[in-house]
């Protein structure tokens, strides 16, 4: 399949999905070279149509399908020439002249000079993105990167520390040509003029920069495991999220990079391998279907959740121009019920501490309602983090903490829009809120057994210390009231980690004791002496 056979195909399919994912899933030869063509083509589609149905190109030419002639013709008046030979380029070149002619003839009636001047408001003022390249630390120091750029003409823009965000987000939209600044959120994240090509840099090439939007760096920025811990990125294809996870971890620890799409495994392989990230395992699985019991998982601390979404936050999708205007409710209830159940998953492995959700969605249904539902169903377990204080695009108040999630979009934040929602777990302790009188009354009742079956021990270990016989050390221990209300202060659990005594009260007995008055704690203390 030569590369326009490779473009008709992709433009085809356009109306389901994102043109980078579709690229990206897909087995072609030349990525770049693909994306390049197919979103230039669709930017010009208006006018490319105009001058094939003013030649008659489909009409006389019946062999020849519509979304193929689109990147030909592309190619042929506003490229550099159609590339290689075949029987249908060979036919489409022959309207070369025609199709010439008649884009001359548009231009007199639209009044414009330029071909640029033909595009469609939407497309010419669509918010141009600056180039974010992340340096790989696990190949290169930041500061190495920036004086390799340096060393190449490229001028390092200096801002005050003090700048404020919206400043920024202006400045960096105003970079010139061989213009780049440091990110003022994310340290290893340079930021280039829009349109910047850093394909061909040997920095790019051997994996000292990766090229990714600065709203896709967020979750592991947040979410930052520490060096040896092990995490998952759950729904990891294409892999630049799991590259960044092992540059913040040194790659030291285990990082379980899991994905059920067998297609983006083999490019999500590639990118961790070039990247050097040696401590990524590559999982072809279901992020749903894997076991909080499995041996691999059982010390997971951290998890990066990236789930599926409508894609609707990415400006490069074109849906002005594909036709993908707004997302069914359909596929929205199908994609927000997937990512509840894979955020309520990953919340529910026993020894995670942080989970990052995130989207690249510009939709409620699939960002704070999800987070909502989560917590909903967690009873106190986790709670949200509010990250990045100083971030002025914050999720919506749809529920009580939604303002401590974060948003991303072009316009407010210069990069493509995203949301991420930090989950942390609330101490053991910290569990529950005061418990109700009942339920205090209730605690040294059923503590009574518990005394009853110790005392009965201890009859029987003393007469057998009488008789002579070899004890364990077993000692008769009685609780005063001061002693029972030392374990209702601050030292409490100090002060039962340090007796390991499996007929003492447990941490989170006396904890539950703790949130009473002293008159609970007397009551309590003369019940467990009666």
């Not at 927000?336 to 309520?344: E, G, I, N, P, R």
């Not at 100083?390 to 990069?415: L, N, Y």
């Not at 302790?429 to 205090?440: I, K, N, R």
Request: with cysteine; aromatic share 6%; net charge positive.
């Amino acid at each position: 399949m030569n590369l326009y056979n490779e473009a008709a195909r992709v433009i085809s399919e356009a109306q389901n999905g994102t043109v980078k994912s579709l690229i990206l899933g897909g087995n072609y030869k030349n990525k770049k070279k693909l994306y390049a063509l197919v979103y230039e083509t669709l930017k010009y589609w208006p006018v490319i149509q105009d001058l094939v149905e003013s030649v008659g190109l489909l009409k006389k030419e019946r062999n020849l399908q519509e979304f193929l002639v689109w990147p030909m013709v592309y190619d042929l008046i506003f490229g550099k020439g159609l590339e290689g030979s075949s029987k249908y380029q060979n036919t489409v070149s022959k309207y070369k002249i025609t199709l010439q002619a008649e884009l001359a003839r548009l231009k007199i009636k639209k009044k414009v000079i330029r071909n640029e001047d033909l595009l469609d408001d939407a497309v010419k003022n669509a918010v141009k993105l600056p180039r974010y390249a992340r340096v790989n630390t696990l190949v290169i120091g930041k500061q190495s990167a920036i004086e390799k750029f340096r060393s190449k003409g490229y001028e390092l823009i200096q801002y005050n520390q003090d700048i404020t965000f919206n400043k920024f987000a202006e400045l960096v939209t105003k970079l010139e040509n061989k213009q780049f600044t440091e990110d003022l959120h994310i340290p290893e994240l340079l930021v280039f003029a829009p349109n910047t090509d850093l394909h061909s840099d040997p920095l790019y090439k051997s994996g000292g920069i990766i090229l990714q939007d600065k709203a896709s760096c967020l979750p592991a920025f947040l979410l930052r495991p520490p060096a040896g811990s092990t995490v998952i990125d759950a729904c990891a294809a294409p892999g630049n999220k799991t590259t960044h996870l092992a540059a913040i971890m040194n790659n030291t620890g285990n990082i379980y990079a899991i994905d059920m799409d067998k297609k983006r495994l083999g490019t999500m392989s590639m990118m961790i391998a070039r990247a050097t990230a040696t401590c990524a395992t590559v999982l072809n699985e279901d992020f749903l279907s894997t076991k909080h019991t499995d041996d691999r998982f059982r010390n997971v601390e951290c998890i990066l959740l990236d789930p599926s979404c409508s894609g609707s936050g990415i400006a490069s999708r074109l849906d002005n121009i594909t036709g993908v205007q707004e997302v069914s409710s359909e596929r929205l209830s199908k994609l927000s019920d997937f990512q509840v159940q894979a955020l309520k998953h990953a919340l529910q492995f026993p020894k995670v501490q942080r989970v990052v959700y995130s989207t690249c969605s510009v939709h409620e249904q699939e960002n704070e309602e999800v987070v909502k539902s989560a917590l909903a169903e967690l009873g106190g377990t986790f709670t949200l983090v509010p990250v990045l204080p100083a971030w002025t695009c914050r999720g919506r108040k749809v529920f009580k903490d939604g303002a401590s999630c974060i948003r991303a979009s072009p316009d407010e934040t210069a990069t493509n829009g995203f949301f991420v929602a930090l989950f942390e777990r609330v101490p053991v302790h910290l569990h529950d809120t005061a418990p109700a009188a009942e339920e205090c009354d209730a605690l040294p009742a059923k503590l009574g057994k518990k005394r009853r079956k110790r005392r009965k021990r201890q009859q029987s270990l003393k007469s057998e210390n009488e008789n002579g016989s070899k004890t364990d050390g077993a000692e008769e221990l009685t609780v005063s009231e001061p002693e029972v209300s030392s374990r209702c202060s601050g030292e409490t659990e100090s002060f039962l980690l340090s007796k390991k005594r499996k007929d003492l009260p447990t941490a989170e007995e006396v904890m539950f004791l703790a949130t009473r008055t002293k008159q609970r704690s007397k009551k309590v203390a003369e019940q467990v002496n009666r």
